[in-house]
């Protein structure tokens, strides 16, 4: 299997291009489906990065102050990329 990835603009042009009459409309769709799911992958992150913030705070309020805080566990790092 091979491990390349294609960059965004790659995907809507090749998706645009399967039909060359309506390129144009169609780019700019794929364009709105894609800001569509980037909307709900911001809104489902901000709000398991607001409970994970809170339950931080909760963990410091009743006197854990050495809990470390809970990391980002989406964030690419040398160890899991």
């Known amino acids: 299997m091979d491990d390349y990835t294609p ?9 645009a291009l399967s039909d060359p009459h309506n390129a144009e409309s169609r780019a700019e769709a794929a364009k709105r489906a ?6 709900v992958v911001a809104a489902n992150a901000w709000d398991e ?3 994970a ?3 931080d705070v909760l963990e410091h309020e009743a006197g854990n102050f050495d809990s470390p805080c809970i990391p980002n566990p989406y964030r690419i ?3 899991n990329n």
């Open 7 to 15: 960059s965004l603009a790659a995907v809507i042009e090749i998706y």
């Open 53 to 55: 913030g809170e339950r």
């Open 77 to 79: 790092t040398e160890e």
């Open 34 to 39: 894609l800001a569509a799911h980037d909307r």
């Open 49 to 51: 990065g607001f409970d």
